[in-house]
């Protein structure tokens, strides 16, 4: 019996938590954007990889100086190049469809993105001048 108990005890902290803490939450990503003009850049999943559905894309701009964005848009395939505007140094949003962004993050401030996703292979970059030629970007995978 109180075994039983304890177990139920532990049932319930954990729902309290899931219920406080967004990050246990299904289909919540969390996104984090790092780097400074001039410098190696980076943008950061977790986790890179969802269940198709309603997501959560919770970003948080970790830089010190530095304004960052994010925006998703699904692949045609994994290994498909996505074009660089080489005189803007940014990619061409043209050729893409944009499911959504969060846009201009200042520093240490954060937004969310609530989209739905099928599967496929998503690209989550930041799209101001320079930023996605010095590595902010990564690839997330949604499975069925």
Same mark, same amino acid.
């Given at each position: *019996? %109180?075994?039983l108990a304890r177990v139920g005890a532990v049932a319930s902290i954990l729902a309290m938590s899931a219920a406080v803490n967004p990050l246990w939450a299904a289909g919540t990503? %969390? !996104?984090t954007e790092s780097?400074? &003009? &001039? &410098?190696? *850049?980076? @943008?950061k999943l977790e986790p890179s990889t969802v269940k198709a559905g309603p997501v959560t894309f919770e970003v948080k701009n970790d830089a010190v100086g530095e304004e960052h964005e994010m925006l998703v848009v699904r692949l045609k395939s994994p290994d498909q190049k996505v @074009? !660089?505007?080489a005189s803007k140094h940014r990619v061409d949003e043209a050729k893409l469809k944009s499911l959504g962004e969060v846009s201009d993050l200042k520093p240490g401030e954060s937004g969310e993105l609530k989209v739905t996703l099928k599967p496929g292979t998503y690209l989550i970059f930041c799209n101001i001048k320079s930023h996605y030629e010095a590595g902010m970007a990564s690839t997330l995978t949604v499975t069925q």
């Open positions: *019996m %109180k075994r990503i %969390k !996104v780097g400074e &003009g &001039g &410098g190696a *850049m980076s @943008l @074009l !660089v505007n």
